[in-house]
Each structure stands twice: as C-alpha cells, then as structure tokens.
C-alpha cells in the first residue's frame, strides 16, 4: 500500500512557475513509477509526466515538453513536478500516482496506477 500526498499547487500568472511536490508512504518508494496527471474542469484525466523507480527514466506529454520536468528523490519518498513557462489552459488538478511498474518504457496510461494522491489545484491567470 501506498499512501500520495500532493502540496504545491496555487494561483499563479501566465508565464510563471510552480513546483508540485508528491510525497509517499513506504519503504518501497523506488520500485514505484510515479506518474502526474491533470484533469481541467469538464475534461477528462490526462496523463502529465511520469518517472520510474529505479533509474529515473521520464516521460512527457507532448504539451509540455520543455517546460516541466519531473524528478524524484528516493531517499525523502518525493517526486517533483517543476512547471515552468505555465499557460492559463495548464489549469487544472494535478494529481500525483503510484505504480508498481519494471518495464523500460514508463507507462502514461493512467490504469498502469493503483495508487492516487487527492489532487492539488493548480490555476493559472491570464
């Protein structure tokens, strides 16, 4: 079982930057993709970036390829979601999950996640 819990979310201004933060429970943290996903008010769950346990090996959405980048530190149990260059139509809630995943390409389908944090909001103003 793990437990996710998201924090850094907030208002900013178009152009800005924040960093998520997603904080785990266990002592398995690195056998664990970690995946961000984000879902916009009448939209359905998208899949954002995600990191695998051991080697770290990213993966990005298209829309925001060189703007954020995930990371993650094994030894506090946290992974970091550092947005830069946000555009208002980045609002949404941003939710951080966990699963346990061996393949060499980390997955972006979010049935590939049996572990889901409660989101934080994220909006960004024009």
């Known amino acids: 079982q793990v437990q996710l819990i998201e924090s850094g979310g907030g208002l900013v201004q178009a152009g800005g930057s924040l960093r998520l933060s997603c904080a785990a429970s266990?002592?398995?943290?690195?056998?664990?993709?970690i995946g961000w996903f984000r879902q916009a008010p009448g939209k359905e769950r998208e899949f954002v970036a995600a990191?695998?346990?051991?080697?770290?090996?990213?993966r990005y959405a298209d829309s925001v390829k060189g703007r954020f980048t995930i990371s993650r530190d094994n030894a506090k149990n946290t992974v970091y979601l550092q947005m830069n260059s946000l555009k208002p139509e980045y609002t949404a809630v941003y939710y951080c999950?966990?699963?346990?995943?061996?393949?060499?390409?980390?997955?972006?389908?979010?049935?590939?996640?049996?572990?889901w944090g409660q989101g934080t909001q994220v909006t960004v103003s024009s």
């Open positions: 999950a966990a699963g346990a995943w061996t393949g060499t390409v980390v997955p972006r389908a979010d049935r590939n996640y049996a572990y």
């Open positions: 990191i695998s346990g051991n080697t770290g090996t990213t």
């Open positions: 266990g002592r398995t943290f690195n056998m664990y993709a």
